[in-house]
């Protein structure tokens, strides 16, 4: 997903659909008036992932490109999507449809803990770093790999063990174990982003809703992190 949105800014993406893809611009002559955000209208035109990528490769899904309706109302307008297929490779327009869909917050948890986690963490401010889902790596300068680590990442069973460390980091900021340790500590303390302490600020429960969300990103049936540091 990280690569998606460092690819996406590279690429020109955000001109027409805005920051991270959640602002589109304004489209004059077409009826919905702006470029779709991927974080709120994007499945009125895309319904999976694989329509995602029809619109980055082609400019237009097949089922689209057949309607002259919607082929008239396209042309009335001042913005046109463009087609990435013969400029990108098939590994960039996979990050780019991961991304994508994570901004678009898809998929989602069916369970009901997990969903709960993953609305907790948008209005606890946790997305603000970590991500839409907990699922980028933003830059973060001086520490000690330059990102923040994604809770579906290689990396994030290195900093928490368990629950009981995860406790930790969200109440305390640190976990006790990497508060003992020096290395840690230099590095944690020369990065940009620092992890908040949210003791005092937290919903009775919060803890476990988070816990299940990232226990449901994490699992298995989801595809595979990335083992590459983004």
């Not at 980055?56 to 396209?74: F, L, Y």
């Not at 991500?131 to 579906?152: F, I, M, T």
Request: glycine share 12%.
């Amino acid at each position: 997903m990280e690569r998606g949105r460092r690819l996406a800014e590279a690429t020109g993406c955000f001109g027409c659909h805005g920051p991270e893809g959640t602002h589109g611009a304004a489209n004059p002559g077409r009826a919905d008036r702006t470029v779709p955000g991927y974080d709120g209208s994007l499945m009125m035109y895309a319904s999976n992932a694989a329509e995602v990528r029809d619109w980055i490769e082609d400019g237009v899904t097949p089922a689209k490109a057949q309607s002259d309706t919607w082929k008239h109302e396209r042309d009335k307008g001042a913005l046109r999507m463009p087609a990435f297929g013969s400029r990108l490779s098939k590994t960039q327009i996979d990050d780019l449809v991961a991304f994508v869909m994570a901004a678009a917050g898809e998929p989602t948890p069916e369970d009901t803990l997990a969903q709960a986690g993953l609305d907790r963490a948008a209005v606890l401010g946790c997305v603000g770093c970590h991500g839409s889902g907990g699922r980028y790596a933003r830059h973060n300068p001086g520490s000690l790999k330059g990102y923040v680590p994604p809770w579906d990442g290689a990396d994030f069973t290195d900093l928490v063990r368990d629950k009981g460390e995860f406790r930790e980091w969200v109440e305390d900021g640190v976990s006790r174990r990497f508060k003992t340790n020096s290395i840690a500590q230099f590095f944690l303390k020369r990065a940009v982003l620092r992890m908040p302490a949210f003791r005092g600020k937290l919903d009775p429960g919060d803890v476990d809703a988070l816990w299940a969300y990232v226990t449901w990103l994490r699992a298995p049936k989801r595809p595979a992190a990335a083992t590459a540091a983004p």
